[in-house]
């Protein structure tokens, strides 16, 4: 069965200070993967999907970056951290969509929460 | 744009109450897929179900059940005999059929409270 994994699960950093997060998929090849934020007000925001190996999507402009050096790995960076990147930070994956075939259900991880000071 | 919107920020109800989460979206496309995710105080989304616009069954499985209505772009949620283990909040998303990404477009949920 696919297990998906992210550490840390809390996290509390200084503002200025550099970010990597980081997310691992088990037991399925060539997964879909994205990046979600969740601020305090509840709503998730798709902040970064990746289809394959170095290929990045982002979303929301930002001072955030992702990268997918391996096929089941996903890492969440940041060189210097706002207030306002504070959150609850999920990772999920999906089955590699075919053509045609529609957009599978996101499984997602534990979270990191991070707390920006 | 797609857009999912669940107008009840929060329901509270007595064990064993039925309750009805209500999602309302609205996208351009006519194929499309709508999902309901469970967050528990945990943290982690669990995913519930995924139904297709071509596909307008009712669906239950155990105590849930969906009801899909694309005449009124609605895609309720409703728990029967609810549980104090059914306390979470409960997102409504969609995903429009397009491109290779398939982003999920979340409304921002629900918070469901079940008091013994």
């Known amino acids: 069965s696919q297990t998906i994994h992210q550490w840390p699960a809390t996290l509390v950093q200084p503002v200025g200070s550099p970010l990597s997060l980081e997310c691992t998929v088990e037991?399925?090849?060539?997964?879909?993967l994205y990046w979600y934020r969740q601020a305090a007000g509840r709503g998730l925001q798709l902040l970064f999907y990746?289809?394959?190996?170095?290929?990045i999507s982002s979303e929301v402009p930002q001072n955030l970056s992702a990268s997918r050096p391996q096929d089941r790995q996903f890492i969440l960076s940041s060189k210097k951290l706002l207030l306002s990147d504070s959150g609850f930070y999920l990772c999920?994956?999906?089955?590699?969509?075919?053509?045609?075939?529609?957009?599978?259900?996101?499984?997602f991880g534990p979270g990191t929460r991070l707390t920006v000071t | 744009a797609q857009k999912v919107t669940q107008a009840q920020t929060e329901i509270s109800v007595v064990e064993k109450e039925d309750v009805t989460l209500d999602c309302v979206y609205e996208?351009?496309?006519?194929?499309?897929?709508l999902f309901w995710y469970k967050q528990p105080p945990s943290g982690e989304l669990v995913f519930l179900i995924r139904?297709?616009?071509?596909?307008?069954q009712n669906e239950i499985s155990g105590r849930y059940s969906w009801n899909f209505q694309k005449s009124t772009s609605s895609f309720n949620f409703t728990i029967t005999a609810s549980q104090v283990v059914d306390s979470a909040v409960y997102f409504c998303?969609?995903?429009?059929?397009?491109?290779?990404?398939?982003?999920?477009?979340f409304g921002k949920g629900t918070l469901l409270t079940v008091n013994p």
């Open positions: 037991g399925t090849s060539n997964p879909n």
């Open positions: 999920a994956w999906s089955a590699y969509i075919q053509t045609g075939t529609g957009p599978y259900e996101q499984y």
């Open positions: 998303a969609l995903s429009e059929a397009g491109g290779s990404n398939y982003k999920l477009t």
């Open positions: 996208t351009r496309d006519t194929t499309y897929y």
């Open positions: 139904r297709n616009s071509f596909d307008e």
């Open positions: 990746s289809v394959g190996i170095g290929q």
